[in-house]
């Protein structure tokens, strides 16, 4: 069938399995080009691996590093003329290319949360690979239904204290609007900190520690963000705020506990940029265009890849990760360099739906977020027939 884009609101409902694929292709070149990763891990776990963030530390760890892969993801497989989710083509594609190169990778669909989904990854560690040398944790979800208490649990983006009233962009027609959000109860946040906070991360590193299949030496990552004030009502002060900031108690504590294996528990403060789960944040997708805009003149724009692939390269095996006084690995420095961020304010003041067009990029932004899908990539024909029933090697 032909696959077009199907956009509600912020998430586009159809995914193309080419499209997907050769986005998964582009990210493999962007680390091939800048050759081998030295000191790179050789078995790496990556716990929400199939899109964004989790997607390119895969890649870079793979195609960077000669590593074997273990994926763990919540995607959908098609079923009949519905395709499958983006995640999941993305998936098939790296695996195929994984084989391709002589790399082992092993993927994992269903509840990461969940205790079976642990036991199952450990039980495949343990057969196939031993040990784990690197553990990421890149998981973004609305919900989480806890192991222990069977709770559902819900995370919602809202400020904290007071409402917030700022800038906005309807991202379907390019307007400039304003929003105004009133602000989290106690339960809203505490859900807010159960799903997207340290909790899920400790017990995985438990569950794995338990099963002795960390190496020696091992070090694991979670991804959070900061970003610029105009922003902190939502996200830095807001209810995801508070659940990163329980991301950084939980690597805190699993640092301790890592020591006595000479591990090592880090916090990667990453850059802004337009994933599945950042274009549901309100205010955020404005300041991304406006952002976009000014590193892309600036050279110093990175997506997930150059990002991931900063990472490992000149952070984690580096032999200097350059943290911050709090510890935390910071990609997001060329993104809060001065000269961008005072650009930022100058057009977040001006910025109306009139000026939108020059004063961000609002095409870049729209590109990417259909490449999230698969959709606008070069030497993809969209309007051929394409078979949607795409299977994951390790899967099916
Ligand atoms: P994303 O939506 O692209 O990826 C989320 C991943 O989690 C996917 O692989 C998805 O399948 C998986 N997932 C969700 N629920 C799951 C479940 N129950 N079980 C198994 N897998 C599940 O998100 P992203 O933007 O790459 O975010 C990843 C991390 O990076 C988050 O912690 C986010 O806060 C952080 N981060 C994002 C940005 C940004 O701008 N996008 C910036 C800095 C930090």
Redesign the pocket.
Known sequence: MVVAPKIRGFICTTAHPEGCAKHVAEQIAVVKSRGPIANGPKKVLV??????????SRIAAAFGSNAATV?????RASEGDRTA?A?WYNSAAFEREAAAAGLYARSF??????DA?KSEVIAAIKKDLGQVDCVI?????????HPKTGEVLKSVLKPIGESYTNKNLNTGNGVVNEITIDPANEDEIAQTVAV?GGEDWEMWMEALASANVLAPGVQTL????IGPVLTWPIYKNGT?GQA?LD?ERAQKALDQKLAPLGGKAWI???????????SAIPV?PLY?SLLYKIMKAAGSHEE?IEQMDRLFRDRLCSGNPHPDEAGRIRL?DWEMAESVQNLISERWDSVTTENFAELADFAGYQANFLK?FGFGLEGVDYSADTDVAVSIPSIS
């Not at 994926?71 to 995607?75: C, I, L, P, S």
């Open positions: 716990i929400g691996s199939s899109t964004g963030y989790g997607l390119a994926g763990v993801f919540f995607e989710t995640g669909n269903g509840d990461a949360f969940s989904m944790y890149s998981l973004a979800s609305p919900r989480r239904t997207m979670a991804y959070s963000y995801i990163k991301l990667s403060v990453n850059k802004a940029l337009v994933t599945q789960a950042s955020v991304i997930c997001d999230l």
